[in-house]
């Protein structure tokens, strides 16, 4: 079901791309077995239009039963900061950095990627706000750079279609992401077994 129903018009590059790809699907309904962070999961390809934005779109579908919001990188470490803060006040179970454009590169970032809870000042105010970090992590981007900080703390998803337009690819089996909302209880059952059978090992 989730590789040749969900995820075969993806063109992942390795085995390794494909598996990674099925993590942060997995993450929520282990989290609370995982005793500390989990890693952003870098979605990239060479190009526009290969389907990153959607990949990330179907996992945050299942995830939360709706489209994730987007938001864009920071310019400046402070919008970064002030980014993550605001995003985590909300308790996401997903945050998805959508087209990353320039290098990755942010002591913000790298810091809440390994932070069980994330302090900063309310903005506004002058009282700091404790926020939990236990959400899914994913990015998108064309051929990205990143600092070693931020790439110490990244898994990645290659796709690459290896054609010159791939946006106006026609082989899809389904519409997506709207196939994964409404196919959402038998993806989360596939998962759930997948889940059951690691810890029944």
């Known amino acids: 079901l989730l590789y040749a129903e969900l995820l075969p018009n993806f063109p ?13 699907m997995l993450t929520p309904i282990v989290r609370d077995l995982i005793d500390g962070p989990t890693p952003l999961h870098m979605i990239e390809a060479p190009t526009e239009g290969t389907g990153k934005g959607v990949l990330a779109e ?3 579908v299942i995830i939360t039963g709706q489209y994730p919001p987007m938001m864009s990188e920071g310019r400046s470490e402070e919008e970064w900061r002030k980014r993550l803060t605001a995003k985590l006040v909300q308790l996401p179970s ?88 409404h196919n959402r209880g038998r993806l989360l059952w596939a998962l759930l077994v997948l889940a059951r059978n ?4």
Not at 12 to 24: E, G, K, M, Y
């Open 198 to 201: 690691w810890w029944v090992r």
């Open 12 to 24: 992942f590059v390795t085995q390794a791309d494909r598996a990674n790809a099925l993590a942060p």
């Open 94 to 181: 997903v945050v998805v950095i959508d087209n990353v454009r320039g290098r990755l590169d942010s002591a913000a970032l790298s810091s809440v990627l390994t932070a069980r809870i994330w302090e900063d000042r309310d903005l506004g105010h002058t009282r700091n706000l404790r926020l939990p970090v236990t959400c899914v992590w994913l990015a998108t981007a064309n051929n990205p750079s990143y600092s070693r900080e931020v790439g110490r703390r990244l898994v990645r998803e290659r796709i690459d279609a290896a054609v010159p337009q791939p946006w106006l690819r026609t082989d899809f089996h389904h519409d997506l992401p709207s196939w994964a909302l």
């Open 58 to 60: 179907v996992t945050g």
